[in-house]
Nanobody, 123 residues
Framework: VQLQASGGGWVQTGGSLRLSCATS????????MGWFRQAPGKEREFVAA????????YYADFAAGRFTISRDNAKNAVYLQMNSLKPEDTAVYYC?????????????????WGQGTQVTVSS
C-alpha cells in the first residue's frame, strides 16, 4: 500500500490550496481516509476525515467551514480543499488510510500514511 500526498506549497494569508493523495494497493473503497498535519515542535493533529463511501465527513474545529475533504473512489484519491488559509495552518500535511468505515480522528486508527506535503502560509 502506498499513499502519495501532493499539492502543498507557499500561499499568502487568505489564499487557497488543494491537496491530493493518490493511493495504490488494497481496495480503496474499503477504507476511510483522513488528513492530519504536523507543525514544527508540535504533535501530529487531525484535520479531516471522509468515510469509505464519501457520504460522511468529519472536521477538526479549526478546519470546519474552511476546509473540505472529498474522495474519488474511481481514481483512488482523496483531496483536501483548503480556503481562507492562515499562518497557523503552516505544517506538513499527511494523508492516511483507516480500515473500515472511517471518520476517525486519532492517529492510531490509521494504518498507512503518506509522506507528507509542506504547506506554508505567509502573513
Amino acid at each position: 500500500v502506498q499513499l502519495q500526498a501532493s499539492g502543498g506549497g507557499w500561499v499568502q494569508t487568505g489564499g487557497s490550496l488543494r491537496l491530493s493523495c493518490a493511493t495504490s494497493g488494497g481496495t480503496f473503497s474499503d477504507y476511510g481516509m483522513g488528513w492530519f498535519r504536523q507543525a514544527p515542535g508540535k504533535e501530529r493533529e487531525f484535520v479531516a476525515a471522509v468515510s469509505k463511501t464519501g457520504g460522511g465527513t468529519y472536521y477538526a474545529d479549526f478546519a470546519a467551514g474552511r476546509f473540505t475533504i472529498s474522495r474519488d473512489n474511481a481514481k483512488n484519491a482523496v483531496y483536501l480543499q483548503m480556503n481562507s488559509l492562515k499562518p497557523e495552518d503552516t505544517a506538513v500535511y499527511y494523508c492516511a488510510r483507516q480500515p473500515g468505515y472511517g471518520l476517525g480522528s486519532q492517529t492510531y486508527q490509521y494504518d498507512y500514511w503518506g509522506q507528507g506535503t509542506q504547506v506554508t502560509v505567509s502573513s
